[in-house]
């Protein structure tokens, strides 16, 4: 694939190199020009008409057809295939090696438009026609169709005629897929322990004086604990900041459990020391004097890696002006003449002519197509026309003209494909149209044609991800799989389905990661004949920890344990987070398969500055934002809701709420009274508990008839909407 930082100018073209092969390379073109025809002449045809001719209040002063393409000059093409060639064999020839023979590659065009600056209805033109979408393959052809007005008709003909520039300004909207340099990471985490312990004893019996014992101790101890992390960050230029951010914020969280995660596993016990006690080498063994030096060493290293190579659309809108017909030269090397391409009719003349211009859309050279034959017919009146045309090309540009009968501008067509190494030959229905360019596109020949290509996935964590590819529209149902890796991540599906292609495709990936972890989306559908295979993970989920209450004099400290637990995908995160007064808040962001699944349960250790303990159990997340301490963490909303009530049987209703935390000392009570006609009321209650959200309700019905009471509860309640409804 295309690589974005290995980048060189040859020639005044912009030249990529490949990702994986040092020796193929990719060539932008640089601006649109008329297209030529096999003869050497030019796609192109100006008609200026004998007198004006009026319609609907518009004057039109004559027409001009001509096919535009976007490409490379052959003899460009050699210029710089012998400079890519240079630069291969000076590299190879540095290490002694044979170079490769130069590839060039033509860009992947996934989709586009093209257009022209000038407007329909403007002074120059009245009317443009034209498909809208070049070819996106071979020489990117366009064509186009415009009658212009009397002013225009004088202008464009001046312009095509004589100068160096036509006035006539094309406009590509292009896009294709492109590699980004790879984003790196990486931690370590270096620890060492060194414990010395040195005892010299020295005991001497004395026959006429005092026996004299002497004894020296040292130890010493030293500890180095490194942790180290490094970031290489690359801006996805198709990412917003806010996208960017997250997308980082992912990478290091990655990083770091993995490296917290590898530091537990090696954490370094600590090291016994040694007991001076040598009561039993001197009495069980008898032994005086005594010395003793002992040293010991601990080290652990720990180094996780982390690399990814994202792939990103980019937008490419190569434009500029035709060059004059006198501009360019044909196959003798002399500049074309005005006179081949310019012609004057009458208008009765050319309102009875029919011109149309015809392509196949569709890579020959990848797509298992021998040729199609395109078979044109105008079976209206005496001059009734038919003509056969063969393409083999995606540059192919046939043209039909013949005279109109009774203004009747509608024609007919049929097309045949025939398949290379198939005896099984395509005939499509007769079709009726009066579109004057006419072009068959890929999805009409009866091929389903889909390339497989990695996309955002990172190999790093998907060891390989089975695709499953699905087609019903055919004549028989297609079903492929495949398995991609690393090494293997390129497939192409080429496959004669014998009618055109109208359904969606659908895929379904399997994921095995590399932890031994199997996950499974649901199968999608799509229209595009590119598949570019993504992470599993679709969003990046964010919880933040807030710690609350008095952090300089009552609250240490606050060890947040979270999971987030996805069993349908068997997905788990894990993560603690410390708060205090220097870190009251710390965010957890990490990637989701779906952010519509999955929940986030945590727990947490309160400790205070008076040595006491809090323990909070674990509990669901209610909101992205948890928030922790002695204070206000929460808050309890209750919503009483009377739409249900039937106002022709109760006069009023009292609803009593409760909610009591003795051991922080809160204690909150309300009561509401509703009528007819009251609308829904609303309780917010502080919470100093996160784990205490039940509340008590007691509610009473004053009824119609008689001044009947109902009353119902006190009952615990933790449903944060209560309805009201006359009792039964």
Request: hydrophobic letters at 35%.
């Amino acid at each position: 694939m295309m690589q974005l930082d290995n980048v060189r100018q040859l020639h005044g073209y912009q030249v990529h190199g490949d990702h994986a092969s040092d020796h193929t390379f990719y060539v932008y073109p640089k601006e649109p020009t008329i297209k030529r025809l096999d003869n050497g002449g030019l796609a192109l045809r100006f008609v200026e008409y004998g007198q004006i001719r009026e319609d609907g209040g518009k004057k039109f002063g004559g027409f001009i057809a001509f096919d535009a393409e976007l490409c490379v000059p052959d003899d460009a093409m050699k210029k710089i295939t012998t400079d890519l060639q240079k630069e291969v064999d000076a590299k190879y020839q540095r290490t002694g090696r044979q170079a490769p023979k130069v590839q060039l590659a033509t860009v992947s065009w996934t989709d586009g438009t093209v257009e022209l600056l000038l407007t329909e209805g403007g002074a120059l033109v009245e009317k443009i026609r034209s498909p809208g979408k070049p070819s996106l393959f071979g020489s990117n052809v366009a064509s186009f169709q415009m009658e212009l007005s009397e002013l225009g008709t004088a202008v464009f003909k001046e312009t095509l005629s004589t100068g160096a520039g036509s006035a006539i300004t094309v406009v590509y909207k292009l896009n294709h897929y492109i590699r980004l340099p790879e984003m790196k990471a990486w931690g370590r985490w270096n620890a060492s322990e060194f414990y010395s312990f040195f005892q010299d004893i020295n005991t001497e019996d004395n026959f006429w004086s005092e026996d004299s014992y002497t004894e020296v101790v040292n130890s010493s101890r030293y500890k180095n604990d490194v942790t180290e992390t490094h970031f290489e960050f690359v801006q996805a230029p198709n990412l917003s900041p806010e996208e960017n951010t997250k997308l980082e914020a992912e990478i290091r969280a990655i990083i770091t459990k993995q490296l917290e995660a590898a530091v537990q596993r090696n954490l370094l016990k600590e090291i016994a020391e040694v007991d001076p006690n040598t009561k039993e080498l001197r009495e069980g063994q008898d032994i005086e004097d005594i010395r003793r030096s002992i040293n010991k060493t601990q080290m652990a290293n720990v180094e996780v890696k982390w690399s990814e190579a994202k792939t990103i659309l980019v937008p490419r809108n190569p434009q500029g002006m035709l060059p004059s017909i006198p501009a360019m030269k044909g196959k003798d090397n002399k500049p074309l003449k005005w006179e081949d391409y310019y012609s004057k009719v009458s208008v009765d003349e050319f309102l009875k002519t029919l011109q149309v211009s015809m392509r196949v859309n569709a890579d020959f050279t990848k797509l298992p197509i021998h040729s199609v034959e395109v078979k044109i017919w105008y079976p209206h009146g005496p001059l009734a026309k038919t003509r056969e045309f063969t393409f083999d090309s995606p540059d192919d540009v046939a043209k039909f003209e013949c005279f109109v009968h009774n203004g009747i501008r509608k024609f007919k067509y049929q097309y045949t494909v025939n398949y290379r190494g198939s005896a099984f030959v395509y005939r499509s229905e007769e079709k009726e149209t009066d579109d004057t360019n006419l072009t068959i596109n890929v999805d009409d020949l009866g091929i389903l044609a889909l390339d497989i290509a990695p996309g955002d996935i990172n190999f790093g964590q998907v060891d390989r991800a089975m695709i499953t590819v699905r087609y019903s529209g055919g004549v028989r149902p297609f079903e492929k799989k495949f398995n991609m890796t690393k090494d293997a991540n390129t497939f192409s599906v080429r496959e004669v389905i014998e009618r055109p292609r109208t359904n969606p495709i659908l895929y379904q990936v399997t994921y095995q990661m590399a932890d031994g972890r199997e996950i499974k989306r649901p199968e999608q559908e799509q229209l595009a004949s590119e598949l570019y295979i993504d992470d599993p993970f679709s969003s990046i989920k964010t919880v933040a920890f807030r710690a609350v209450g008095d952090l300089e004099n009552d609250i240490q400290a606050i060890t947040v344990d979270a999971v987030y637990v996805d069993p349908g995908n068997n997905y788990r995160q894990t993560v603690r987070k410390n708060l205090s007064s220097d870190n009251p808040a710390e965010d957890w962001s990490f990637p989701v398969i779906d952010d519509t699944l999955g929940e986030v349960r945590w727990s947490a250790t309160i400790t205070f500055r008076n040595g006491t303990m809090r323990e909070l159990p674990e509990t669901p997340a209610k909101r992205p934002t948890i928030t922790i301490g002695s204070g206000t963490v929460d808050f309890l909303e209750v919503a009483v809701v009377p739409d249900l009530m039937d106002w022709d049987k109760v006069k009023l209703v009292n609803v009593a709420l409760k909610y009591v935390d003795a051991d922080n000392g809160v204690n909150e009570r309300i009561e509401m009274r509703f009528k007819s006609g009251d609308a829904e009321k609303n309780w917010k209650v502080p919470i100093k508990d996160a784990t205490k959200t039940g509340y008590e309700a007691t509610i009473t019905y004053f009824m119609v008839d008689g001044g009947r009471r109902v009353t119902e509860g006190p009952k615990p309640m933790t449903d944060l909407s209560l309805f009201l409804e006359v009792p039964a």
